[in-house]
């Protein structure tokens, strides 16, 4: 049974930073592919940064410079720090692995950046 937790998010003043974390069983995670997404409320959910198995990453232009996507095969986990944190970064941050198995998400941990 493959199984994803986020965990992590909270309220944060805007300027501020949290540290996601998504552990992953069931899986090799070495092989998958990682990724965070986020859903607003009244938005579709978008992809927001990735990590490929051999740690290749990609960022969405909203959060270049700010967020730092990272794994640990050692682990089977996948960060997401988040710095500068701003007021449109407030959404449920999903984890997703794709793989040979497919593609799997967590269940989703809210963020929410305010004063």
């Known amino acids: 049974q493959v199984q994803l937790v986020e965990s992590g998010g909270g309220l944060v003043q805007p300027g501020g930073s949290l540290r996601l974390s998504c552990a992953a069983s069931?899986?090799?995670?070495?092989?998958?592919?990682m990724g965070w997404y986020r859903q607003a409320p009244g938005k579709e959910r978008e992809l927001v940064a990735d990590i490929s198995t051999g740690y290749r990453t990609f960022y969405v232009d909203g959060v270049k410079g700010r967020f730092t996507i990272s794994r640990d095969n050692a682990k089977n986990t996948v960060h997401l720090q988040m710095n500068s944190l701003k007021a449109e970064d407030t959404a449920v941050y999903y984890c997703?692995?794709?793989?040979?198995?497919?593609?799997?998400w967590g269940q989703g941990t809210q963020v929410t950046v305010s004063s």
């Open positions: 069931g899986i090799t995670f070495s092989t998958y592919g």
């Open positions: 997703y692995a794709a793989g040979g198995a497919g593609g799997f």
